[in-house]
C-alpha cells in the first residue's frame, strides 16, 4: 500500500487560491499580537482608564494596531458612569449675568482661564465633596479642597489652595450653583481681580475640562469602601491627583501637564537665549 502524497505548501496555497507566504503570516502575527497584548495588559495595570489611544501613546505604537488588539482580546479599561446629585439650592436663584467667556476664549498660555467645579464622594454613609480648579491650557489640577459641605467655603477653599501656589488667573470659570453665585465667592474673586465666566443656566457641558476629570479621576481613585477611615480616602485623593498631574497621559497633550509644563518652560527659555 502506497503513502499519499505529501502536499507541499506551494500547491496547497495554490488550492486555497492564497499566496504561499499568508500560510506563514498567521502565525507570526498571533505571536506579535501576543506580545503587544502583554504590554497593553502591563500598562492597564498601572492606568486602569487608559483607552487605546493613551495605550498607543505609552507604548510608541500605532493607535490602529492598539485598537485592532484590544478587540481581539477583548480588552477594555474601566469604565464607570458617574451620575452626579443636583446641587442644593441652584433651583430658584436669579441668573447671573457674567458671560461664558470660555466660549470665545482659546488659551495660548497657562494662568489665563482656570475650570472650577466640585464633585461628590460617598463615604462610609455620607457625603464628602471634592472642589477643584484646572488650568485650560496646560489642563493641570491647580487646586482643590474636600469639605463635608458644599458651601461657598469648599470653592473658596479651593481657589485659596490654587491662588497659593500659582497665582491669580485672568479668568475663572464655573456653572451658576450658589457656591459659585455667593457673594463671598464674587468678592474673593475681585479682591483678586480674577475675571468670572459662568456657564448657562442646567448646561454642565459648558465646563468640559472638569466633566472629563471627574470622570476619569473617579475611575483611579477607585472604590471608596477599601478605605477604612477618611485620612486614608485623603491620602488616596492627593496621590490620585498627583497621578494626575504627573504620570496620567492626556490626549490632547501627548503628556502628562506638569511634563507639558516642563516641555514650555524649556521652549521658552531656548526662545530667550
Known sequence: MT??????KLELAKKLGVSRSSLYYRPKMTTRDEEVKHQIE????????YGHKRIAIE???NKKRVLRVMKKFNIKPRRRKVKRPKKLGDLGNEANHFPNIS????PIKEGVLWASDFTYLYFQGRFFYLATLIDVYTREVVGYHLARHHQSNLVISALEDALSKHG????????????YSSR???SRCQQTSIKISMSDKGSPWQNPYQESFYDKFKITLGFLDRFENLGELVAAIHEAVYYYNNKRIHTALKMSPVRFKQTLTTNNDRLSV
Open 184 to 186: 463671598v465667592y464674587i
Open 168 to 179: 491669580p488667573p485672568q479668568w475663572i470659570h464655573s456653572d451658576q450653583g450658589s457656591e
Open 3 to 8: 503513502s499519499p502524497k505529501q502536499v507541499t
Open 42 to 49: 502591563s500598562v492597564l495595570t498601572e492606568n486602569p482608564e
Open 103 to 106: 466660549k470665545l476664549c482659546c
Open 59 to 61: 507604548l510608541r505604537l
